[in-house]
């Protein structure tokens, strides 16, 4: 019997990722990683170099970046490529062709077509270890790009950059989003380590475009773009988002750090595809018009208003609630929250004294996720009064029409409330 896309994903999700990439720990695991990649792509002739490609990496905003790319270019008639990480729902939300994820059928055929080279690779070369399901899914976005013919793909890292599944392109300009504290465990215990992990996505002579960073990060990317030979284009000296024509915003997408994201797209875009932007108005009502799931996505009813996102580090929860703040002044903010364990929660849970009024703990099936009932331990130790929850659907119960609820901290968290509250998306 023929294996779904499903059933072919979940047998390497046991697999190790292999991203041990701190310069000042064993990189001979994330080594083999790479060595796993390029013998997967010459066995597939390369598909990734088929077509031009952009190349995204950071800690925060690398999904706005690459949606805001996407629908820039496909509105300039070009057919795009676009592959994301992690998806709300279904794994196809990865991988879309000019906007669509891809669907069921094709999907599952180009991840067949990658399984078996990978069986044949790893019977071949058992000491580069096991695949895993990253490197699988972004083979077949690589597979997939070209037998589509898109005409640029736009592609984010899932981890890191210098040693992720992703890093085999040659790309025409990279992105580097803001930089904060991320997966210390895997990418480094400071910010200049997750820097230089993150750096490793440039290439000579090729554009990087960097967002506002903090100095220690901004040192680092400067030091790795030497070495690389890349010249850097840094937000506040080289560009600007008060500079003229890239002050375009999205009521989606509010927020200084969004308002660099969407310049970024511009600026990279400026550099290398520069006729596609030409019109004014095409950039505005494009970026306008756009929304992404699960990023300050409003779901609002008689009764009720939802903003779902999936903020999950202390900045980026600061932000979400200062743009539920500028955006709703004065209304009373109740907070929907779950949260991984590998994430810094008690600076996230820092944030919240004096900012909502409620915050609700739904349980979660998700291993990884803190159990709701310590969660609600650590929330008391930061004055908050928590009220713990059996479901999702238990927690969006308690929704208060006199005040706004953010749903926040976690993906599974939003996919499992976007999917109550819009059953047919």
């Known amino acids: 019997m023929t294996e779904t896309p499903d059933e072919i994903i979940h047998r390497y999700l046991s697999a190790t990722p292999g991203l041990i990439a701190d310069r000042h720990r064993s990189e001979d695991v ?9 013998l997967l ?10 077509y031009p490609t952009i190349h995204i990496a950071g800690s925060k905003g690398k999904g706005t970046v690459a949606y805001v790319l ?3 270019v496909r509105a300039g008639g070009r057919r795009t490529g676009m592959f994301t990480s992690p998806h709300l729902t279904k794994w196809n939300e990865r991988i879309q062709i000019d906007g669509v994820p891809i669907a069921d059928r094709p999907f599952g055929a180009a991840l067949a077509t990658v399984d078996r080279a990978m069986q044949t690779i790893q019977h071949q070369h058992p000491d580069n270890g096991q695949f895993n399901a990253f490197e699988l899914l972004t083979a077949t976005a690589f597979l997939l790009f070209r037998d589509a013919q898109v005409e640029l793909g736009v592609i984010e890292t899932g981890l890191g950059g210098r040693f992720d599944s992703t890093n085999h392109l040659q790309p025409k300009v990279t992105i580097i989003t803001r930089i904060e504290a991320e997966h210390t465990d895997v990418l480094g215990d400071s910010l200049s380590e997750i820097a230089w992990n993150k750096s490793g996505i440039m290439r000579s002579g090729v554009p990087c475009v960097v967002v506002a960073q903090t100095d220690e990060v901004l040192t680092q990317l400067a030091a790795d773009a030497e070495a690389f030979e890349a010249p850097l284009l ?8 008060s500079d003229p024509g890239l002050r375009f915003r999205s009521p989606a997408l509010p927020g200084s750090g969004n308002a660099s994201n969407i310049a970024a797209a511009l600026v990279a875009l400026r550099h290398t595809y520069p006729h596609l932007i030409e019109s004014d108005s095409l950039v505005a009502e494009t970026v306008a018009g756009l929304q992404i799931p699960g990023r300050f996505e409003v779901i609002a009813s008689s009764e009720s208003t939802l903003v779902l996102d999936v903020a999950h580090t202390p900045e980026s929860i600061d932000q979400v609630l200062r743009n539920v703040e500028d ?3 004065g209304i009373p903010i109740d907070l929907v929250f779950s949260v991984l ?5 008690d600076a ?6 004096g900012r909502i009024v409620r915050l609700v703990l739904p349980a979660q099936r998700n291993p990884r996720a803190v159990p709701a009932s310590d969660l609600a331990v650590l929330a008391r130790q930061h004055g908050l009064d928590p009220l713990v929850a059996e479901s999702t659907a238990e927690a969006l119960a308690h929704v ?3 005040a706004i609820t953010l749903v926040s901290g976690s993906f599974g968290l939003v996919a499992t409330a976007r999917e109550l509250l819009r059953p047919s998306n």
């Open 30 to 38: 994330a080594a083999l990683g790479l060595r796993r990649m390029t």
């Open 400 to 402: 208060r029409p006199e």
């Open 234 to 241: 840094v937000e506040g000296r080289d560009w600007s988002i």
């Open 41 to 50: 792509l010459v066995a597939l002739d390369q598909p990734q170099l088929a």
């Open 70 to 72: 996407e629908a820039l």
């Open 327 to 329: 955006r709703w002044p």
């Open 348 to 353: 996230i849970l820092a944030k919240l004294p």
């Open 341 to 345: 364990a590998d994430k810094q929660i």
